[in-house]
């Protein structure tokens, strides 16, 4: 410890204090499995009697799907230099098919293990990483193919189906039928479906045996829509107490897996603090920092030093992997007459290589190598999509589908190892083309889920791409996208900063709600009714919770109405005192109720009469005499 | 002159500057007509040259379709206190129909005019107003249905056709096929098409006799996606000056009509004001007026009070009024089992009222009264949604549909009456449910304008609800929407400041251009294009400028790079120096530029034969020796 400077170790001891406040009206709860370390944490929305002027009655708690880990949990102490518990270590061991490795493997990890110039930025104390025992495969889908629920699987079950049973309540439990696109939406998730789910390669579980500390959840397109907040640093900003705040932000707000595109200095021992510290999965791009090695020159990129990366990352505990393996050579040409060529980062680092080397990349060339790698530590796979387009007019063009049709390829190869795999996808596409990217994605990669960046659906709102995007991410969750990489509203300008990631994040709230609540996802309604009944009776203070930022609404709330008095108040602060329909709408229901339910029907039957008769005249309007 | 006190003067003398500042990169340009007094206001962005290093072309500027009237002409000379020069004054008396008023004729106008406490407040030097000659009918569908092209027509065509004529490049020209479901879009909008649209119904061009400082637009399926600021105070909000300036920074950012919702004092006096100084058609609902002259109390509205306040906004100019004539008596007790009751406030009050009287309401029976007010002065009809659903769980139902079939009575009356007419739409309605909206508009309101707010496709993001409706948005836009009222970030909790209507106006935006995109609208795609390829090489100040909002992309540019020196870099501020994918993509371009395109091809060649090698080989993955 003696090695970690007081510096860097105040900043984390800071940052642990300001985004760990606790989320207004909400309490953890944990639910607990067949066994008692499986304890599945939700948080539970408490909820506000309904005033009696509107009926008196108690109102159920709610709870929501809650990826922010122990930083929400009161009776847990953050300590960022120790990291989080490891509470899947001992699943992990359970199974016997994993050893302790005497030292790290990668010569990169070996080299700044030892290097006194980290010592400063250093994250203290870890233990040794695991490895699968020599022949062993040691991820979930070669479990679930096997015929085996982990407890990774229960967790998921659990978690996903949100106590759905514990809401009785007729006004929250409505729902509009969804139309699922031939998803199979489950009423009730079991273990087995989850298990079921991974083994059809629907569904992916991922969690590296070396981030033990992360908490199982699953994406594929019959779950709830998950949503990926990216975070790190660049050779012009950012530092390590810097992007681990970034992570509790980003998973307070709702991030369900945080990929770290850290390209700067310190990027392994940032990668570390990140991952010690993250309770959801931790995806990377193993390639920028490979790149980083040959000092940005792609062309000098090899196996041996990407492979070197793999293991270098996948003991540190990455849970899934960018792999641009798809950037074919006979493809690059495809992309000479676009209007904005390759923009994908990785994709344009291999087309590079490709070109200059005349052949096929090594990630193409040594995939199987490279599946060898992924499932001796559950790596799962992200084919990445390194030819998506950058704008309107690239979308959907020979290039972008050419690669697809390859990751369908690879994803046979993978799920040969029993590797899990999703793949990425665009970009920039016009509302129009956003159903062919879905459809055609499930044919060619066999149902594997889809994990797209937006769609953008214009190029034109620079500074507002998190909505450009939002529009696009929401209509291809419904579409059947298992999950949505966010953009912020820096997306095309600069990095985003704090306030810019909870932004990306809200959206990418919207859109996979919306888009749960277009496929029927069962009990996806709840939380809305909750909040529309909390809204009708006025409880100003339940309608904050419910929302998907307490923070933000009651401060908007409070710019009108600052008083405390008014948050009790019967009337909303866009009309005053005198003039709000809501107020008017009780009125007319209290109206209604005095005349008894024979009246109402008696009007509606009267009415019916003089309609009819209305019609009859030849639709002119019914005049009273 | 000497009435107005200086303070509002003052106060509107400052609002003059901060709002109008020039929009950069722009100029205001104006495109002459068939006569030398109609010339149609566009905008211009004018764009740097390629930088040698990716060809040195020069790139054409780029003409956008521009709401914000003379606030951005550099050659007028703003002084709200006398208002904009009355644009189509000409035009409308040339058509010789309509005769100068000798006084105000509605009572409360006059009371108004008179009354020497309103003094500090009211707009200076208003000339009185004009209403049709007897028995004459001043609308533009009854020009329309004889045949007549007016110089509004005319001016509409030009503008919706944003001088795509002058757009020759191929790359900027390229465009995906849309889909328009069944909307007859045009390549050149003529002024006989616009003359045609608005004689079926089709389309509307709401402008007032006494509104003659309005820009002509139309609001229609076939032209391009309108979008609708709402301003105006409350009784426990802003003033005077205020709602000017918010008017002016709605038009700015994009606002296509603005409706003045105000409910709190002076009303009378802000609209003048507002109207006076607006280059868009203003909406009004007269209802809330009508409310505040009975103290708020719904029972005691009167057809008298309502006609005499439908004659006093229509002589002030208002462009269209929301009219609430579909709340039935026999619809309302289909709303009281719903989670939210009515939450329209006119349809609130019209039920409210119905209820206490036990009859349809006198917007219902003295609908065809109406007629003849509007037809008086072109005032257009937005038939409301009185019952328009407050929450996902209220969607779609008997309530909401009973309302809109009786809406599409009334479009058939106000039609007999050659009235234009569009009818508002929801609200809250879950993504697969939008489109059952759309699709029944159009039916049971014989393709009239559908205008609708949002939809808010989740209700669980209070703070965020910009975005939870742009999304519903730019799918209704898609489907046929023809105008998207705009929600900004406070709906559901107070009043917008300036902010929150430009992130509001910016979401709408994105929405009806996303809906433009997709439904293949004729050179909707020019301005993504142009700025992709700006984006792409590196022209930072251009992409700024074609961006929807210059001043923020530009500002989010500099938070991270503040240097003026790197808007000239070749690279992009997420990646720092050394790691950029578009640099990487233009070496890419110009190694295959050097190798020609036979090598390209040879690439391509060889590769397939290798491809097909692989497939051959069962798909194993190729590895060199």
């Known amino acids: ?40 944490a939700m948080r539970e929305i408490v909820q506000t009697r309904t005033p009696t002027l509107f009926g008196g009655e108690e109102n159920p708690p709610i709870t929501v799907y809650d990826p922010s880990g122990p930083y929400t949990d009161p009776d847990v102490t953050i300590d960022l230099a120790a990291g989080l518990a490891p509470l899947r270590a001992r699943w992990i061991e359970e199974r016997g098919d994993t050893e ?44 679930a193919r096997r015929g ?83 975070i790190g640093n660049s050779a012009v900003s950012s530092g390590i107490a810097e992007e681990v705040e970034k992570l509790v932000w980003s998973i307070r707000w709702g991030g ?36 980083e090695k ?35 050579l006979r493809y690059v040409p495809l992309t000479a007459k676009r209007v904005t060529g390759i923009v994908s980062r990785g994709g344009s680092i291999m087309a590079k290589w490709c070109l200059a080397h005349h052949r096929e990349s090594f990630l193409y060339t040594h995939f199987e190598d490279i599946c060898e790698i992924m499932k001796a530590y ?36 993978a799920w040969k190892h029993d590797i899990q795999t999703m793949i990425e996808g665009p970009g920039h596409v016009p509302m129009q083309l956003i159903k062919e ?26 500074g507002y791409d998190h909505i450009t995007s939002a529009i696009g991410a929401a209509m291809i969750g419904w579409y059947g996208c298992a999950m949505l990489c966010y953009v912020t509203p820096k997306e095309h300008l600069g990095l985003p900063n704090r306030e810019d990631v909870r932004d990306g994040i809200m959206a990418y709230k919207i859109a996979a709600h919306a888009a749960d609540l277009a496929k029927g996802h069962p009990g996806a309604q709840v939380r809305d009714n909750a909040l529309s009944k909390a809204r009708f009776e006025f409880r100003w203070q339940d309608q904050f919770h419910l929302g998907l930022d307490p923070e933000k609404a009651e401060a908007f709330h409070d710019e009108t109405l600052p008083k405390d008095a008014h948050k009790a108040a019967h009337f909303c602060s866009m009309c005053g005192p005198h003039f709000c329909s809501m107020k008017i709408t009780q009125d007319v229901r209290d109206y209604a109720a005095g005349q008894g339910v024979e009246a109402a029907q008696a009007i509606e039957a009267g009415m019916a009469e003089k309609s009819a008769e209305f019609r009859a005249q030849g639709a002119e309007v019914y005049r009273p005499g």
Chains 1, 2 share one sequence.
């Open 378 to 413: 559950d790596v799962a796979f992200s084919l990445g999509d390194g030819l998506r387009p950058g704008c309107i007019a690239d979308a959907n063009d020979a290039a972008q589908f050419g690669e697809l049709e390859t990751l369908g390829e690879l994803t046979k190869i």
């Open 294 to 328: 040959v000092d940005g020159r792609a062309e000098e990129l090899t196996w041996e030093i990407f492979r070197d990366t793999l293991i270098e990352q996948a003991e540190q505990g990455v849970d899934y992997f960018t792999i641009h393996a798809g950037v074919l």
């Open 437 to 462: 990217n879905m459809d055609k994605q499930l044919v060619e990669c066999g149902e594997a889920p889809f994990y797209t960046l937006g769609p953008l659906t214009t190029d034109i709102a620079p």
């Open 100 to 143: 302790a490795l005497p030292a790290l493997s990668s010569m990169f990890g070996r080299g700044r293990e030892h290097d006194p110039k980290l010592d400063h930025v250093r994250f203290p104390g870890r233990a040794l990483p695991r490895v699968a025992k020599a022949g062993a495969n040691v991820t979930q889908m070669h479990y």
């Open 256 to 291: 369900d897996t945080v990929m770290d595109l850290s390209t700067g200095k310190h990027i392994h021992e940032t990668r570390e603090w990140i991952i010690r510290n993250s309770p959801v999965p931790i995806g990377t791009v193993p390639i920028y920092q490979a790149l």
């Open 148 to 230: 085996i629920v982990t407890p990774e699987m229960e967790y998921v079950a659990i978690r996903e189906n949100q106590r759905l049973d514990l809401v009785r309540d007729a006004l929250l439990r409505q729902q509009h039928p969804g139309e699922a696109f031939g998803a199979h939406i489950q009423q009730v998730i079991t273990p087995e479906f989850v298990r079921d789910e991974i083994a059809r390669g629907r569904a992916i579980l991922p969690n590296n045996i070396n981030h033990p500390e992360s908490e199982p959840m699953i994406i594929g397109r019959n779950f709830l829509t998950k949503i990926n907040a990216n």
């Open 1 to 40: 410890m003696n090695a970690v400077p007081s510096t860097l170790l105040q900043q984390t001891d800071q940052l642990s204090e300001s985004v760990t406040r606790p989320i207004p009206g909400s309490r953890k709860i944990h639910v607990e499995g067949s066994r008692p370390d499986l304890r599945v």
